[in-house]
């Protein structure tokens, strides 16, 4: 029996770990390959990392489009729906510059010529991309929100930049099938805001248990904290600096910081004699089996991190701030230790660092993601809401 072709348009390659949106990407691929055989195409507007051949069932293709930059609104301006449109969504946020509508010829040009079923997009910044793509093939659209773009940008003092995230929102959530998300807040606050019927589902954040794990007593090296981020993504960043130049003085040596991820040059300006910066890696399992305390230290943000997620599922104990927790079902003191400012989070880092505290850590918080967070299970849940969609 013929399978349905669902194209999937990501804004970095979907990954199994390292980085919170790419493993999100893998995700909701990997729900669609349950279904379909999933033509992935990876407009690189969250930035760029090697693209796998294969990531999983059910995967046909995976195609690398680097993003216009710059790019002429001219195309769109051609088109009178989009003319229209554009009138509607000016000023447009730079990402969804970068992945402009007008792209939607050429993507569907490299499609099997039996066509689609639907096409997927990540995030708002490819949402009029894939309503462009979606429009073109007479198929549905679906947008996978993750989390609540304008939200953030109006905590962060962007109320501009908020307004034009709105506006890219409001064009594209109400003509998508489906829309999802990755936490029943954000979820509720997009079906409010735009007036959504069907309401925004639930996706949550999930990853891939391991097969083995490393016991949190046989770190390679002591004393050593880690963070497993993209360092591009500005709350990140934040985090970083703030660790460095707030918790490690107040942490005395052989404390160590190790940040892998991704990093700009404002990171990798922060290594030093007690901070490694290694920036991006193709395997973190090392990272995490030499780590002896694992940090989050978000300040600012909405939805869920997936980071958070993936040490607990490594083995390994937690701190994290509240705005690092937010979103999931993790308990202070219970799964993993919470402090919001700097003399606090150090005195969590070597509280999360004895024997006998993190072993009890690790245990409630590997028990939570195995019966919350496990990306078959949660894969399995997204397949279904997907096959509603796509099933004549």
Not at 140 to 166: K, T, Y
């Amino acid at each position: 029996m013929t399978r349905p072709n669902l194209v999937v348009l990501a804004p970095i390659a979907p990954a199994l770990t390292g980085n919170g949106l790419a493993m999100r990407a893998h995700l909701l691929a990997e729900a669609a390959g349950r279904g379909h055989d999933v033509h992935v195409i990876v407009i690189a507007v969250a930035g760029h990392q090697p693209a796998p051949s294969n990531f999983g069932k059910g995967t046909a293709s995976v195609v690398d489009v680097a993003p216009a930059r710059p790019v002429s609104l001219v195309p769109w301006v051609a088109d009178p729906r989009w003319r229209e449109r554009l009138g509607r969504l000016a000023p447009l946020p730079a990402p969804v510059l970068a992945a402009p509508p007008s792209l939607a010829a050429e993507l569907a040009s490299g499609l099997p010529a039996s066509g689609a079923s639907a096409v997927l997009a990540l995030r708002l910044s490819l949402a009029p991309l894939g309503l462009a793509l979606a429009e073109l093939l007479d198929v549905p659209l679906i947008v996978d929100a993750d989390d609540d773009d304008a939200d953030f940008l109006r905590q962060s003092g962007q109320p501009d930049e908020a307004a034009a995230w709105d506006r890219v929102a409001q064009l594209c959530l109400p003509a998508a099938s489906l829309v999802t998300a990755s936490s029943a807040a954000v979820a509720s606050t997009l079906s409010a805001r735009h007036h959504l019927v069907p309401p925004v589902q639930v996706v949550p954040n999930a990853v891939s248990i391991p097969d083995r794990v490393a016991e949190p007593e046989a770190a390679s090296v002591p004393a050593r904290l880690l963070v497993v981020a993209n360092f591009t993504y500005p709350p990140n960043s934040a985090g970083a600096r703030w660790l460095v130049g707030n918790v490690v003085p107040l942490l005395d040596p052989p404390w160590s910081l190790n940040l892998v991820g991704a990093a700009g040059p404002e990171v990798r300006a922060l290594a030093g004699d007690r901070v490694v910066v290694h920036g991006w890696v193709p395997d973190v399992a090392p990272h995490y089996e030499s780590a002896s305390v694992v940090a989050v230290p978000v300040m600012a943000g909405s939805g869920t991190r997936i980071k958070l997620l993936e040490a607990m599922a490594r083995g390994r104990p937690v701190v994290t701030t509240t705005v690092g927790a937010a979103g999931l079902a993790v308990r202070p003191g219970l799964h993993a230790l919470f402090a919001d400012n700097p003399p606090a989070f150090a005195d969590a880092v070597r509280a999360a660092n004895d024997p006998g505290r993190s072993r009890r850590l690790v245990e409630a918080a590997s028990l939570l993601v195995r019966e919350q967070y496990d990306a078959s299970v949660v894969a399995a849940s997204a397949a279904g809401l997907l096959s509603v969609v796509t099933d004549p």
